[in-house]
């Protein structure tokens, strides 16, 4: 223990290890080390999004302080920003003297003539280090009019669902993000490619692969995985890909013989590998050496694919809290590397070109997965998507509610009340369901006892009839339809029944491809009362999007309404995805079943955000009647655990 007649009446103070102390935290550490099971591991790697998520659920915006001390730490990229403080700075507070001199120092980042900068946080959490910087920096703007200072962009990513979304709530960020200077999103490190994460318009596909001028690595490295392991190997190549040539890596993390690794140590169960342990929130920390940082990060020699250290070392300090007089002793390693300029400049302007030829063919090839999941499922199988139309959309479905087969079950949601859409001809409803898959259970079970009705075999039929209901069916897959064609409830409807009194002619179907811009359908245009897209537009690249809306509006009268529902940003599948290496295609788009945990293995998804889906369908020329987030708590009765279904709902007029 420090002799507490040092202090100055600081909170901490530098700290100078012995030896011998140095010999016995060793020893420590080496007598806790216990052996773990490769199971237990690979729980907390399942669980590490969900852990990081509740975390922040729980302390918000409360449990982090924000670090205004990164000029201090790293002046050489962030001191410019701080021209105004000069006790940090100079005497003058003046910006232009920095940049003057930039070009007699080589390790100040900041160029002369540079209009942007760009800075990418990993492990932003609610951002308590980048925001900061964003607010400096629209200081300094304001104090420095008459000098040419950067435009500052930032992006953010995290590992959590629920930290990008208090970020995202942030005033500062939202201020930047309207402006095209601030992104959000959710990331994972070790199993994501920055070329999959779109930064700017995504039509002009501007990645985050060597976009960086400085990227921020703070206490983030050590919640993935002790060293080494594939994937902390993976998350600091990643870190890599993400700089510009030149562009440079500041890095802050937990150093080996922390007191709070001394601590962790004393439980046996706590430990996962070597110098690796779970918290009691169920996050991961790694405490590291600094020859860990050289592997994960430093060249070696001439073939090495990575950076030049510029500098590398432990911080010892001894905090002392003021309540009690206790201290403790923190150890980390602090460092700060370059991506040399002239390192494989071709190479690497290919990886954003590449990651776009894999997206392509992913696409070129996604009707024949499609084909390919269908004609694996079973004959018993139906889709595992909700699908009682009267629950979801009751306004639309209300004239065929006396041919609802069952009632409600207690506890299910109770719909919005809101004005159903004023159809042309209330006698004859034409539905059009695009992305049909193998059948709607609501459609299909409409469609049969519409057929029965019309027969006469229906003893609940009443004198009253609802509307005749003309169906479309279409779908990209070939195999879907020709499945859908199978199923007796279709077959029945489109036979003919047992006399001619049939409705046949009112049920069709058709392969059709919604994403295509020149893609004939037999349909006629603006003949459809309502469009169905349920969990359609997810299964499309994001760039199709717009184009599949516009040929589904071209496909209703006026008045008519789509009806749509889909994946929600920050669903149970999409936090399982982000842990699936190489599964993400794009931002939010996955391929599925790469680990086998997917029966649609190969095919992709994608998961929206409301204001996106709202965005989509009035640029499309259709007015929102309903846009909802829809969420649900499953139990898995096998294990009993828990998880959340997020999914978006909208209903949207044709004017």
């Known amino acids: 223990m ?14 100078d290890w ?53 000029h201090k730490a790293f002046p050489n990229e962030f001191g410019w920003l701080y021209a105004s403080v000069k006790s940090d700075i100079n005497d003058s507070g003046d910006i232009s003297d920095i940049i003057q001199n930039v070009e007699e120092d080589t390790n100040t980042l900041l160029q002369p003539d540079q209009d942007d900068l760009h800075i990418v946080e990993i492990g932003s959490g ?39 979304k ?36 995504l039509k002009q596909q501007e990645v985050l692969s060597n976009s960086a001028d400085v990227a921020i690595l703070l206490f983030c490295l050590s919640a993935i995985g002790p060293h080494p392991s594939p994937p902390l190997s993976r998350a600091a190549k990643h870190v890599i890909d993400m700089l510009k040539p030149g562009g440079v890596l500041v890095f802050r993390d937990y150093g080996r013989l922390d007191e709070a690794q001394l601590k962790l140590g004393k ?25 860990d940082l050289r592997e994960l ?14 500098e590398l070392d432990y911080i ?150 609802p509307p005749t209901l003309r169906v479309h069916f279409l ?38 491809n919604l994403a295509l811009t020149q893609s004939t359908c037999k349909v006629s245009e603006q003949s459809a009362d309502i469009v169905l897209l349920l969990f359609t537009l997810s299964a499309i690249r994001p760039q199709d999007h717009i184009n599949a809306i516009l040929n589904a509006t071209n496909l209703l009268k006026p008045g008519g309404v789509v009806l749509f529902r889909d994946f929600g940003r920050y669903d149970y599948d999409q936090l399982i995805l982000n842990s699936v290496v190489n599964a993400q295609l794009c931002d939010n788009f996955y391929v599925r079943g790469l680990d086998d945990s997917s029966s649609a293995k190969g095919t992709c998804c994608y998961f929206f955000e409301l204001d996106e889906v709202r965005s989509l369908f009035t640029n499309a020329g259709l007015e929102v009647i309903q846009l909802e987030y829809i969420t649900r708590i499953y139990k898995n009765k096998k294990d009993g655990t828990s998880y959340k279904r997020i999914w978006v709902q909208g209903r949207f007029k044709k004017r």
């Open 18 to 70: 012995t030896e011998e102390q140095k010999a016995e935290a060793r020893n420590k550490i080496s007598s806790q080390t216990t052996q773990t099971t490769g199971a237990a591991y690979q729980e907390f790697r399942r669980n590490a999004s969900s852990n990081w998520s509740s975390f922040y659920e729980q302390n918000k915006t409360n449990f982090f302080k924000d670090r205004h001390y990164l």
């Open 316 to 465: 010892q300090r001894v905090y002392r809290n003021r309540g009690d007089n206790t201290e403790r002793r923190r150890v980390w390693v602090q460092g700060r590397f370059r991506k040399p300029v002239s390192k494989r400049t071709e190479e690497n302007k290919c990886i954003s070109a590449q990651s776009e030829i894999k997206l392509k063919q992913y696409i070129d090839d996604s009707i024949s997965r499609w084909d390919d999941y269908y004609k694996n499922l079973s004959t018993e199988s139906t889709s595992s998507l909700p699908s009682n139309l009267f629950n979801a959309f009751p306004e639309e479905f209300s004239p065929w509610k006396s041919w609802q087969q069952s009632s409600n079950k207690k506890g299910k949601r109770k719909p919005q009340h809101v004005q159903p859409p004023e159809l042309n001809n209330p006698s004859d409803i034409t539905i059009i369901d695009a992305g049909c898959g193998i059948g709607n259970d609501t459609i299909l079970n409409l469609i049969e006892r519409q057929q029965l009705c019309h027969e006469n075999k229906d003893n609940n039929a009443t004198a009253m009839q």
């Open 475 to 512: 779908d990209a897959s070939n195999e879907a339809i020709r499945r859908l064609h199978k199923d007796s409830r279709y077959q029945y409807a489109t036979s003919g029944g047992d006399n001619c009194n049939s409705t046949a002619t009112n049920i069709t179907s058709q392969v059709y």
């Open 297 to 310: 990060f430093v060249n070696q020699n001439d073939a090495d694919d990575k950076l030049e250290c510029l």
């Open 166 to 201: 208090l970020l995202k709530e942030d005033e500062r960020f939202q201020l930047a993000a309207k402006e095209g200077r601030a992104t959000g999103h959710v990331y994972d490190l070790s199993a994501m490619h920055p070329s999959t994460i779109y930064i700017g318009n």
């Open 2 to 15: 420090t002799d507490s007649t040092l202090w100055t009446g600081d909170v901490w103070k530098s700290d």
């Open 126 to 164: 609610v951002g308590n280090a980048i925001l900061p910087l964003l607010e400096q920096h629209t200081e300094l703007i304001q104090q420095q009019r008459d000098t040419k200072i950067p435009q500052l962009h930032i992006h953010c990513l995290d590992f959590a669902p629920s930290a990008i």
């Open 267 to 291: 439980e046996a169960d706590k430990q996962l590998g070597d110098n690796f342990y779970r918290k009691g929130d169920g996050t991961g920390c790694y405490y590291f050496s600094l020859d």
